[in-house]
């Protein structure tokens, strides 16, 4: 193959899915942390507790280009427009699933259930986090519940955590 046609290619698929916080300027500053990182694909989660239910994609994608550009990535990620919990969790098909949330409960550290070279979705919620309900639907689809660390995280941080633990999982 030719070199250039694998230039950054990475040999995992690292998809995280997140509620849009009420200031669109956090989930802004996330996206473009995450693409300087190395993501490939952000869904836009519509759940129980979502303050905001609209965004501008147009913007966000922008957003994603410009970190692109600046951080000398080769691939654009994906940006999904706005998605119903309900759907997502239901139409997963990456082999490895987790939701991050706050709520009691069994939960996992991401380096205990995660393989490394394996592609991953991780689910974090909004600002209010998921509810009950949603992490019981999670879980019934194959989702395991994960923490993030003992601090209660913004859901903006969460985000840049669970991407930076994926990308330093995957070069050690």
């Not at 997502?88 to 706050?102: D, G, M, N, Q, Y």
């Not at 994960?146 to 995280?153: A, D, E, P, Y």
């Given at each position: 193959?030719?070199?250039?046609?694998?230039?950054?290619?990475?040999?995992?698929?690292?998809?995280?899915?997140?509620?849009?916080?009420?200031?669109i300027?956090?989930i802004?500053?996330m996206?473009?942390?995450?693409?300087?990182m190395?993501?490939?694909e952000?869904?836009?989660l519509?759940?129980?507790?979502s303050?905001?239910?609209?965004?501008?994609?147009e913007?966000?994608e922008?957003?994603?280009?410009?970190?692109?550009?600046?951080s000398l990535?080769?691939?654009?990620?994906?940006?999904?427009p706005?998605?119903?919990?309900r759907?997502?969790?239901?139409?997963c098909?990456e082999p490895?699933?987790?939701i991050?949330?706050?709520?009691?409960g069994d939960?996992?550290?991401?380096?205990e259930?995660?393989?490394?070279?394996?592609?991953?979705v991780?689910l974090?919620?909004?600002e209010?986090?998921?509810?009950e309900e949603?992490?019981?639907?999670?879980?019934?689809h194959?989702?395991?519940?994960?923490?993030?660390?003992?601090s209660?995280?913004?859901?903006?941080?969460?985000?840049i955590v669970?991407?930076h633990?994926?990308?330093?999982?995957n070069r050690v």
């Amino acid at each position: 193959t030719d070199r250039r046609e694998l230039y950054g290619r990475r040999n995992f698929h690292l998809h995280l899915a997140v509620a849009p916080t009420k200031n669109i300027d956090r989930i802004e500053w996330m996206l473009e942390k995450c693409t300087e990182m190395g993501i490939d694909e952000i869904t836009l989660l519509h759940a129980a507790h979502s303050e905001r239910k609209v965004v501008k994609e147009e913007r966000l994608e922008k957003v994603i280009v410009a970190a692109m550009k600046q951080s000398l990535k080769a691939y654009l990620p994906r940006l999904n427009p706005m998605t119903d919990f309900r759907q997502l969790v239901t139409s997963c098909r990456e082999p490895h699933k987790f939701i991050a949330h706050c709520n009691e409960g069994d939960k996992k550290r991401l380096d205990e259930v995660y393989r490394p070279g394996e592609d991953v979705v991780i689910l974090i919620g909004p600002e209010g986090d998921f509810s009950e309900e949603e992490v019981v639907l999670a879980r019934h689809h194959g989702f395991v519940s994960v923490t993030l660390g003992t601090s209660r995280l913004r859901t903006e941080t969460a985000g840049i955590v669970a991407c930076h633990s994926i990308d330093f999982m995957n070069r050690v």
